[in-house]
């Protein structure tokens, strides 16, 4: 897709340099388009913005420095320096203005002697490959922004999925081990939720300035708002698998249900994921969701030390943030949790205790 936006982008850049301004050889209009199309999701507009301010304050420092230094090796390369730094303590270290800051520089401290008024072109042509760069992505090839989140997202919700089934089975099985394994794997989810929020990030951007896509725009809005209390179950489902491997390592009790409660758990993670990707009801999420907490109180009921009611807590706190996940609010979603929690400890009460 980025090649075929890029391809696009380039043609179209020069040929309204060439034929329609008339410029024999507009080499910086498709570079700028191009320029804008490669940047990362989410940042196609900031890039195209500080691609022009780059074009304009290089243009005027260089003018200003070659009025008095005039030209020469040691004058370009001062020009330069001085262009760079310039919008370095303006801009940061924006790649995109430094960039077109110190190539504007390098192009009229180079050419100024031997070919006047390069300025109004230049300008001309950073604007004209930033504006087909942004139209490009906006009007005639935009990206299907649930695609780009499905596809980041996935890595997310397999692993969270799968770490939690880890813990279910450590608990199960008293494998201490298996649940610290399971710890360090949920810690190092942090480069995907990077791209996920590179991505979410990019979504937005298309929702925004695409009005082919304009009608996704409440499916990115739901997937941002489930992305929210997403981080928060991953930050749970860690203390969850932390918390277990310390039941375990301390011989404590871990009744059956405390491990079906958190498989119980996984499977609303993964249904999340399906049912957020093909626009359905959630109610199998919210159903997987009860039946999570009502293991967790069975647990409790059947009896749990210091590290074991840890995890019961942690399970309910990510349950409670899967509801919300889901839309529910949080007076809503605390108080099916607790229902929920009641029923299980009351199923263990009249006699339902498993095996």
Known sequence: MISLQAGLAAALAWWIGHDVLGNPSPVFAPSAAVGTIVAALGQRARR??????????????????LAFLGTGIWQTGLIVGLAILATLVLFGRSGSAVGQAGGTAVLLATLAPAQHNLEWPRIVEATVGGVVGLAVVALLVPINPMRILDRDAAPIYQCLAGQLREVSAALATRDQQRAVRALDTLRGMGPDLDRMHQALSGAEEVVSLAPAR?????????????????????????????????????????????????????????????EHRAGRPTEQTHQNVRDAVQQAGRARALGVDEFGEA?????????????????????????????????????????????
């Open 214 to 274: 304009w009608r996704r725009r409440q499916d990115v809005e739901r997937f941002a708002r489930a992305t929210v209390y997403l981080e928060r179950v991953i930050e749970h489902s860690r203390g969850l698998a932390r918390r277990s491997a310390l039941a375990l390592q301390y011989h404590e009790r871990a009744p059956y249900d405390l491990s079906v409660g958190v498989d119980r758990l996984a499977d609303a993670v993964e249904l999340l994921r399906r």
């Open 48 to 65: 195209t913005v500080e691609l022009l301010l780059g074009v304009g304050l290089g243009i005027a420092t260089t003018d200003v420095l």
């Open 311 to 355: 995890v019961v807590t942690q399970l309910r706190t990510a349950a409670s943030d899967l509801l919300r996940a889901i839309g529910s609010d949080p007076t809503s979603a605390n108080q099916e949790i607790r229902s929920a929690m009641r029923a299980g400890e009351e199923s263990v009460h009249h006699g339902g205790a498993s095996e």
